[in-house]
């Protein structure tokens, strides 16, 4: 990347500000708790680069800060750190119940959100199926008990969002199979698991079963 070519978006800021700060920014994993006005401190070292300007690093840190793997790190006892790793106090337990509680809104927003969409896809092949029938009548006529949408039958249940935590063992569903898996890292739209095989993978949390 050239020196003056600008970040695109916060995923691309983040991971640069990774690559310059390694013991204050991780992308994998818990992430340690930032030091209270991280912003102005790194605003002020980064003010001569042309990559990325002000409203991006702000933009950027309120994604990272706001993840569940940040979240999740901001725990009782968790120290705070500098741009250059230094611990810089322990968490309030202000800080700390806040962030359980925005951890929790978050998580039974993302479960709902995944609650309509699996909803909305039901009732769209069940109309399509509908749509089917009256269009061919004679299948219909032919298999009479048919249902393309209630036929599969997954063994296993969805994972609840309480039971979304990193280490859990469960199988990750890939339509008529499944396998074995255990989660190493959760973010607002997708779960990372590690296989038996010792792979690593990214997925829907709709994919895996418990």
């Not at 120290?79 to 309030?92: A, F, I, K, S």
């Not at 469960?170 to 074995?180: H, K, Q």
């Amino acid at each position: 990347m050239d020196n003056t070519e600008k970040l695109a978006n916060s995923k691309e800021v983040i991971a640069y500000i990774a690559e310059l700060f390694p013991k204050c920014f991780i992308l994998e994993g818990e992430a340690k708790p930032l030091k209270i006005g991280i912003f102005q401190e790194l605003s002020e070292r980064l003010a001569e680069d042309e990559k990325v300007s002000k409203t991006q690093l702000r933009a950027a840190l309120r994604q990272y800060t706001s993840s569940w793997r940040y979240l999740h790190g901001v725990k009782p006892g968790a120290t705070r750190v500098d741009l250059d790793g230094n611990p810089c106090g322990e968490l309030e337990q202000e800080h700390v119940d806040h962030a359980q509680k925005t951890l929790e809104e978050s998580k039974a927003k993302v479960q709902a959100r995944r609650k309509e969409q699996a909803k909305k896809a039901r009732e769209e092949a069940k109309a399509k199926a509908d749509k089917s029938r009256k269009t061919n009548p004679s299948s219909r006529k032919a298999k009479p008990k048919a249902d393309p949408v209630t036929k599969p039958v997954v063994p296993k249940r969805e994972l609840n969002a309480d039971e979304m935590v990193v280490g859990k063992e469960v199988s990750v569903n890939m339509g008529t199979s499944s396998m074995p898996a255990t989660i190493v890292e959760i973010n607002k739209d997708d779960v990372r698991v590690r296989l038996l095989n010792g792979l690593q993978m990214v997925v829907k949390a709709e994919h895996l079963r418990s």
